[in-house]
Each structure stands twice: as C-alpha cells, then as structure tokens.
C-alpha cells in the first residue's frame, strides 16, 4: 500500500510544522519514508498517537535549556541556605503537581515547602468570601511572606491580566516583587507573567500547539524531580534507590 501526501500537511497533523530538514530526515526515517512523500506499507504502519507523543516528548528534552535549570537550582540551594521557605503556586493539574513537589522538596530536599491548594477549607472560604483572583496573594499576607522566602510556580500560561488568564498568579508574583521573595517558575507557552518577573524561570518548549498543556503539565513534574535529585539539593535518599 502507497500513500503520498505533503510532508508539511502531514506534520501539522501529527506533529511539529516546524521542525528542520534535518529534523524531518531522521523522523521520516524511522517510518522508512523519503522526505516529501509519505509511503508506507503494511510493514509500516502509520504512526500512532502514542509514537507522535513520545516523539514530542523527545524534542522538548532536546530543547530544554540546562544552563537554566542549574540556575533554577541554585537558587533553591540558596533559600535552603538562608532559611527560607518554599511556597508552590498552581492551578488545576498544576496544583496537584504542586502538592507532590511540596513532599519531594519537604522530605528529599529538606527545603520548608507549602501549597495553598493544600488548604481546601482555606481557599475555599477565600474564594467564597472574597474571590478567586485574591486566594493566593492573602494566603501569602497571611503566612507573612519574607524576602528570605521563595515562590515557585507551576503554571501552563504564567498568568496575564489582560487576557484574564490566571490573575491569581499575578497577584501573588506582585506581592512577591514587592516583599523582595525570590521568584521561580516552570511554565509553558510564553511563560506570561511569571517569566516576566521571575529571578529564574525554565519555559517548556512548544513543539505542537495542540499539546501545550499536557507537556507544560508533564514536564513540571520532570523538572521538579530533577531539582530534588540534584547533588545541590538531594540530603535524603528515597526508598529504592536505597534499598536492595
């Protein structure tokens, strides 16, 4: 069986428009295809979801900068140093994502870590009293925010006022700026607000945008593992790489 079709209609399809034409040879290679044409054979099937997925994956871990991440984790070696604390800010799975690295920092870096999202009575009543865009930022006033302290955001847009996106986030980054707090984030797309202000912020590559949000969201927890298993910060050993 043949089957011919642009190869830049058929990436947009499955995958990254825009990537390279040395990039295009090795991933039509896998496939046994010549670039411009797409021919397969019932040896060759088309790719699946799950390859296209994978191979994204893979370009994002190609693109993400290490000299950024060795800032990232500097600088949380120094709250660590200074006694400073921890505070995780996300929203939705990024919230989840947020309350497990809470734990990996807490129990693997020894760094004092909290999530607001943690706090379900808390942030309801907030959100119920006086609205969702303040939860954060007076949970913040309320745990008195210091300059020795930090805030990492997990965030896919990083927040924007003008577009309405996250204005939560905002909030609290201000208030961070003016409390003299140190400023993290790992986010995605343009990284919005948060890259805007941070001291050191990884933003995750976009290589469909289709999938900006399942790889922002994948990655964050990517990025925090690597940070708690750094020589910099790692002073406990987890379960199994300590048991045998």
């Not at 309801?124 to 969702?132: F, I, K, Q, S, V």
């Not at 797309?189 to 999938?211: F, H, L, M, S, W």
Request: hydrophobic share 40%; glycine share 8%; with cysteine.
């Amino acid at each position: 069986m043949k089957i011919g079709c642009d190869v830049n209609s058929w990436l947009l399809k499955v995958g990254d428009a825009s990537l390279t034409k040395r990039e295009r040879l090795a991933y039509f290679s896998c496939f046994g295809c010549k670039e411009g044409t797409l021919s397969l054979n019932w040896h060759h099937p088309m790719p699946s979801y799950s390859s296209q997925h994978l191979t994204e994956t893979a370009q994002i871990v190609q693109k993400l900068d290490p000299v950024i991440l060795e800032k990232m984790v500097d600088l949380l070696a120094d709250v660590r140093a200074r006694g400073g604390r921890l505070f995780f800010l996300g929203v939705g799975g990024s919230a989840a994502n947020a309350s497990h690295a809470v734990n990996d920092f807490r129990k693997i870096a020894g760094i004092e870590c909290y999530a607001p999202t943690d706090n379900v009575s808390e942030l309801t009543a907030r959100t119920n009293d006086e609205g969702w865009a303040s939860v954060f930022v007076e949970w913040l006033k309320g745990s008195r925010l210091q300059a020795k302290d930090a805030l990492m955001v997990f965030s896919v847009g990083g927040g924007n006022l003008e577009k309405n996106v996250s204005p939560n986030l905002v909030s609290a980054l201000q208030y961070a700026q003016e409390t003299g707090a140190s400023i993290l984030g790992v986010v995605g797309r343009d990284g919005g607000y948060t890259a805007k202000v941070a001291d050191t912020c990884c933003i995750v590559p976009t290589v469909n945008p289709q999938n900006v949000t399942p790889h922002s969201e994948a990655f964050q927890a990517v990025l925090w593992h690597l940070f708690v298993s750094h020589p910099k910060l790692k002073i406990q050993q987890t379960k199994w790489e300590s048991t045998r």
